[in-house]
């Protein structure tokens, strides 16, 4: 540990992970929020559903853009930008929000802070040579935990002081940590060559990179939308308290944001495909076990566990894209993280809807499920492909079984 102090800037490194985690908590923050607006405005569960939605489908559209303004003006400054933009949409949200069609352009722009992920990151890794970088973006990463914040607080806040005030409480923690990374954030000195469109554009072409996407947008959109829809299903399903529902989808998310760091790590011990293959499973199960609405006790403890394999799975994949493109991990991870946020937006939009159309929940999990589970057949026939295509280090790193070694020990001991 004295080792990863001396090599890097702690204090860039505190200040990203706490612009991370006040972006992440703004980010879901109409989440726990949503079943006060479905009572003030008459939502249909297909409007709450959207509602929830659409910020995490704005942080997938903003998160290239502000990885590249970050590339070309620094790490610093857009954060800082990032920052004050958020507070302007939380301004509006305390201010102006009174519709459906407000909430829907106001979820829009909370994207930005969703986006903090492609400035966070870089901004604290780069600072930190080769053996510590693993680390760094796992601390600043941990932001993440910042959806413990809204779950927890948002609706407490909302019963007492009602949820336009919430939104005015949510600037003061953004402001302290907007003086914070003024005043502490720094720009590495290590120089590098800033990505264009067409190296974009050559890396989305490449199909591995799609695969991957795919993977991300199971596992980290899982995550994030679940515990961005998580407060509406139990106030809903279970006719809990909001209060109740905010703290429930707390005990949930909380083991996704502490585990993920663990998925990273298990993954560097036996493979990043070995455990996705596991853990794509289990969420399949676990997922069609609250499909069959049981006790919210029971509902709690099987969520508990698919938001922890959920969260692994997020450091899994990241350790294969390394293992695929060591030569071009920020562009692939820039293009991997915007993927995670479309799987977010789909999921509570899908359940939202599926349950104003057949009056449960269950046949939205049921299909959840099922989607989980054909993750795992792609995965598994990935794997047959990948074994073949990638470099025979690449694959074992990544935990894949390799035919081509199968095959080898097959032609040595046939007969000659």
Not at 270 to 278: D, E, Q, S, T
Not at 348 to 355: V, Y
């Amino acid at each position: 540990m004295k080792g990863f102090l001396r090599a890097g800037h702690t204090p860039t490194l505190v200040a990203a992970l706490l612009y991370f985690d006040v972006s992440f908590m703004a980010w879901v923050l109409l989440g726990p929020l949503a079943p006060f607006l479905r009572s003030e405005l008459g939502l249909t569960a297909t409007q709450q559903g959207l509602v929830t939605a659409i910020p995490l489908l704005g942080g997938s559209l903003f998160r290239p853009l502000l990885g590249m303004l970050g590339e070309r003006i620094g790490g610093k400054r857009t954060g800082l930008l990032g920052l004050m933009l958020t507070l302007l949409t939380l301004t509006a949200g305390w201010q102006f929000a009174h519709t459906i069609a407000h909430f829907y352009v106001l979820g829009l722009f909370l994207g930005i802070a969703g986006a903090s992920f492609a400035v966070a990151l870089p901004l604290a890794s780069r600072w930190y040579p080769p053996e510590y970088q693993g680390l760094a973006m796992g601390i600043a990463g941990a932001g993440n935990s910042g959806t413990l914040l809204a779950t927890l607080f948002a609706p407490r806040l909302a019963e007492h002081f009602g949820w336009q005030a919430t939104f005015g409480i949510a600037m003061v923690p953004m402001m302290l940590v907007l003086g914070i990374f003024a005043l502490v954030a720094r720009e590495s000195p290590r120089r590098h060559t800033p990505a264009t469109l067409a190296d974009y554009a050559g890396i989305l072409r490449e199909s591995d990179t799609l695969s991957l996407s795919l993977l991300y947008a199971l596992t980290f959109g899982g995550f994030v939308g679940f515990a961005s829809f998580l407060t509406t299903f139990f106030n809903d399903a279970y006719h809990v308290s909001r209060v109740t529902a905010g703290d429930l989808t707390t005990v949930v998310v909380v083991a996704g944001s502490l585990l993920r760091p663990v998925g990273g790590w298990l993954s560097d011990r036996i493979g990043g495909y070995r455990v996705l293959v596991v853990l794509l499973a289990g969420v399949g199960v676990c997922v069609a076990l609250v499909g069959t609405m049981p006790p919210v006790s029971v509902a709690v403890g099987v969520l508990f566990v698919a938001m922890a394999l959920l969260g692994m799975g997020n450091g899994a994949v990241f350790q294969l894209v390394p293992q695929r493109f060591p030569e071009r991990i920020g562009l692939v991870t820039g293009v991997v993280g915007a993927a995670g946020g479309f799987g977010g937006f789909m999921l509570p939009s899908l359940l939202g809807a599926i349950r104003d159309y057949t009056g449960s929940y269950a046949p939205g999990l049921f299909g959840c499920a099922a989607v989980f589970l054909c993750g795992l057949v792609l995965l598994l026939e990935l794997g047959a492909r990948w074994s073949q295509r990638w470099g025979e280090a690449a694959a074992q790193r990544a935990g894949i079984y390799s035919y081509r070694a199968s095959l080898a020990g097959l032609d040595d001991e046939s007969p000659a």
